[in-house]
């Protein structure tokens, strides 16, 4: 492989995009790269994000896995990506850090804002999440794809929110209402604080809670996006609980997860009836993206 950072794309049918979608993640040979589906109305569209131009034997490993999941004509088609996605900026203190329209920032650095930024306003404090560390930037990145991609986002949830980075993200990118549960009132506290103080405490109803065990979810559910950045044995258990508030069509992305740690979180997800819809890699963490299809009993 040769040159900067390249993107792999393939149009196909739903159901042969889920089974490459599968195969493509459960693939050792491509466990390293991002991957991201995009589902229109006849067709759904596969990304893979590739550190740089994959050279001949790569793409008939792609190639391969396309005939495997039953399309014998269809190839990917490769790209160069334009400019990398997200940066941490120099500054003191805790750099702000941008993950693709969303820029998180302290106090202090408040003039790195762009025009186009999506700006939070996050201090470190006694809580998870300032947008430093793969998990948060892996589930910012993967927010804002499915965000950009769907329109009929009614309603949200972060569990596990920490202090309330991702829900108030959501809120501020979609404008819909964001359930935001943690384990730690301190974390309920801090995620409370942040909305109101990045303009989003109407949308951000913050409440503490272990996992989905909170009257909120009952009454305001189903939800059509849920974020969960915990740990793979907490996630593998809610498998089942966070199925059941996902809203027909819903995407679910799940972080706090070590690249070995995909294969037994994949399967209690899809033992439940979801899809693999992305992977991604940000310093070592893997962040996880799965789908509720639209038809499903
Ligand atoms: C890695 S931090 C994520 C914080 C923030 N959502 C982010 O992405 O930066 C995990 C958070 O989940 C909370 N947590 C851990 N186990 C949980 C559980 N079973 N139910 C709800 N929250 C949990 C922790 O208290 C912590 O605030």
């Known amino acids: 492989m040769s040159g900067g950072q390249h993107v792999a794309t393939i149009d196909l049918a739903h159901d042969q995009a889920a089974v490459l979608a599968d195969l493509i993640s459960l693939d050792e040979r491509f466990a390293a790269f991002a991957l991201d589906s995009w589902t229109a109305r006849k067709t759904t569209r596969l990304t893979l994000y590739l550190p740089s131009r994959p050279g001949r034997t790569r793409l008939g490993e792609l190639d391969g896995l396309v005939r495997r999941a039953g399309n014998r004509s269809a190839n990917f088609t490769v790209a160069p990506l334009p400019e990398r996605d997200w940066v941490a900026e120099g500054l003191s203190g805790l750099p702000p850090v941008r993950a693709g329209r969303f820029?998180?920032?302290?106090?202090?650095v408040r003039s790195v804002r762009r025009a186009n930024d999506i700006a939070i306003e996050i201090e470190a404090a006694q809580a998870f999440g300032t947008g430093h560390h793969g998990t948060t930037a892996g589930c910012l990145t993967a927010i804002e794809a499915a965000l950009a991609r769907r329109w009929t986002i009614r309603r949200a949830a972060d569990i596990g929110t920490g202090t309330g980075l991702l829900a108030?993200?959501?809120a501020r990118m979609a404008h819909?209402?964001?359930?935001?549960?943690d384990i730690d009132p301190v974390a309920t506290a801090t995620a409370r604080a942040n909305a109101r103080h990045n303009g989003v405490a109407a949308y951000v109803q913050a409440a503490?809670?272990?996992?989905?065990g909170h009257?909120?979810?009952?009454e305001t559910g189903p939800f059509d996006l849920i974020v969960a950045n915990i740990l793979a044995g907490p996630l593998a258990r809610l498998a089942t609980d966070i199925r059941r508030i996902a809203a027909p069509g819903a995407r679910i992305i799940?972080?706090?997860?070590l690249p070995d740690q995909q294969r037994s979180v994949t399967a209690a997800y899809r033992n439940t009836g979801l899809r693999v819809a992305g992977a991604r890699h940000v310093d070592g963490w893997l962040t996880l993206a799965f789908d509720r299809p639209h038809r499903q009993h």
């Not at 503490?208 to 989905?212: H, Y």
């Not at 799940?254 to 997860?257: A, E, F, M, T």
């Open 208 to 212: 503490t809670a272990i996992g989905t």
């Open 215 to 218: 009257a909120l979810y009952r």
């Open 176 to 181: 819909v209402p964001v359930v935001a549960t």
């Open 168 to 170: 108030i993200a959501i």
């Open 254 to 257: 799940l972080s706090g997860l």
């Open 103 to 108: 820029l998180v920032h302290g106090r202090h």
